[in-house]
T-cell receptor, first 112, second 106 residues
Framework: DAEITQSPRHKITETGRQVTLACHQTWNHNNMFWYRQDLGHGLRLIHYSYGVQDTNKGEVSDGYSVSRSNTEDLPLTLESAASSQTSVYFC???????????FGPGTRLTVL | GIQVEQSPPDLILQEGANSTLRCNFSDSVNNLQWFHQNPWGQLINLFYIPSGTKQNGRLSATTVATERYSLLYISSSQTTDSGVYFCAVEVYDMRFGAGTRLTVKP
């Protein structure tokens, strides 16, 4: 079955380290998204992509970067992790804008 | 940017009761979705409903796009309905409301 996966599911890192979170979808969706969810809040958009080689900044993009070299993957990189980036990160995909988005299981990141 | 407001923020029900959750948004949208986040953190798609009415078992949703609101109805609630319900709308990108935390007591 087609699906969207994230890895790792849990990660603990130290302040200042570079961290990359993986997102892989097998639906062949054009659009992919990264969100973060903090305690007591809804999800906030970090970066998104509407296709290969396309990336765009979302509402809370500072300190994060993404690259899209193929349809299936959109890795999220924290260049220099900060304690404020401790959060749960969700990846999502959709066929096109305005279509239903489907979410991965999430990655819980702790920055010490 | 677009504002998304959900009400009530918290709701406690006895098993078997019905409930209505509301989502107000401040601009015309291309997409509106309802999600249930279960106690394990998983986001489950409930409805993709930019307009109109849909039903899925005990759940139904109605979006009145011209009046910029959506309602999620839960009938005969069960303890497994507990969790947080999110409304999310898309104009240029997806914006989430803060959610309604539902607790269903046996």
């Amino acid at each position: 079955d087609a699906e969207i996966t994230q890895s790792p599911r849990h990660k603990i890192t130290e302040t200042g380290r570079q961290v990359t979170l993986a997102c892989h979808q097998t639906w062949n969706h054009n659009n992919m998204f990264w969100y973060r969810q903090d305690l007591g809040h809804g999800l906030r958009l970090i970066h998104y992509s509407y296709g290969v080689q396309d990336t765009n900044k979302g509402e809370v993009s500072d300190g994060y970067s993404v690259s899209r070299s193929n349809t299936e993957d959109l890795p999220l990189t924290l260049e220099s992790a900060a304690s404020s980036q401790t959060s749960v990160y969700f990846c999502a995909s959709s066929p096109f804008s305005g279509n239903e988005q489907f979410f991965g299981p999430g990655t819980r990141l702790t920055v010490l | 940017g677009i504002q998304v407001e959900q009400s009530p923020p918290d709701l406690i029900l006895q098993e078997g009761a019905n409930s209505t959750l509301r989502c107000n948004f401040s601009d015309s949208v291309n997409n509106l979705q309802w999600f249930h986040q279960n106690p394990w953190g998983q986001l489950i798609n409930l409805f993709y409903i930019p307009s109109g009415t849909k039903q899925n078992g005990r759940l139904s949703a109605t979006t009145v796009a011209t009046e910029r609101y959506s309602l999620l109805y839960i009938s005969s609630s069960q303890t497994t309905d507990s969790g947080v319900y999110f409304c999310a709308v898309e104009v240029y990108d997806m914006r989430f409301g803060a959610g309604t935390r539902l607790t269903v007591k046996p």
